[in-house]
């Protein structure tokens, strides 16, 4: 069983429509992260929220907003997506900045129309 | 810039057959090197790891030895099962640690093992 939990599993949204995504994880752990994963490829980092404070945002547009409201939650705020921003959304979380081992969570299949 | 190079698949084996995926990076200094497996409609898992030159990262039944003379941590198992199916991603975060948040991931090797 993962124990980083995300939701939905699975969403649909048209151009015009706001949505958010959520991941949340008890391990104590004081990095998280946001990353897209597209078919067949490998995961691509978008965010990093270390300590609850923004430290890394990897030139995404502003359709996508993350949050962080505390150190175990992190959401993704999505607005006027485009049907090319449909993929797998991967929330991951770790101890600390620079050991590189993640937790991820199963994802969020989300598809643009 | 850091890079991870992996064998390109598919790789298709028969069960009980020996598994070799290939990992060479480029990175200065001494990385952390790992291996996180896929299974489908799953997320990325930590498969193994190794921090420091000539560490063995096991688990599973997977091995990989993290070779600084040849900048490789090929992953390997002897007898790989159906289960095993998955793809699979070799990835290095750069030596120093504190706040460097980024891993930088291979292309990912999907692997199909059948009956």
């Known amino acids: 069983d993962t124990e980083v939990t995300q939701t939905p599993k699975h969403l649909v949204m048209g151009m015009t429509n706001k949505k958010s995504l959520k991941c949340e994880q008890h391990m104590g752990h004081r990095a998280m992260y946001w990353y897209k994963q597209k078919a067949k490829k490998p995961p691509e980092l978008m965010f990093v929220?270390?300590?609850?404070?923004?430290?890394i945002n990897e030139s995404v547009p502003s359709r996508f907003s993350p949050e962080c409201p505390n150190s175990s939650l992190l959401n993704l705020h999505l607005h006027a997506l485009q049907p090319e921003d449909s993929a797998l959304y991967l929330c991951?979380?770790?101890?600390?900045?620079?050991?590189?081992?993640?937790?991820f969570g199963e994802g969020s299949r989300l598809t643009v129309l | 810039g850091n890079s991870v190079t992996q064998m390109e698949g598919p790789v298709t084996l028969s069960e009980e057959a020996f598994l070799t995926i290939n990992c060479t990076y480029t990175?200065?200094?001494?990385?952390?090197l790992f291996w996180y497996v896929q299974y489908p409609g799953e997320g990325l898992q930590l498969l193994l790891k190794a921090t420091k030159a000539d560490d063995k990262g096991s688990n599973k039944g997977f091995e990989a030895t993290y070779r600084k003379e040849t900048t490789s941590f090929h992953l390997e198992k002897g007898s790989v099962q159906v289960s095993d199916s998955a793809v699979y991603f070799c990835a290095l975060s750069p030596q120093g640690g504190g706040s460097n948040y980024k891993l930088t991931f291979g292309k990912g090797t999907l692997l199909t093992v059948n009956p």
């Open positions: 929220y270390s300590y609850e404070k923004l430290s």
């Open positions: 991951a979380s770790s101890r600390g900045g620079g050991a590189g081992e993640l937790f």
């Open positions: 990175a200065t200094g001494y990385p952390s």
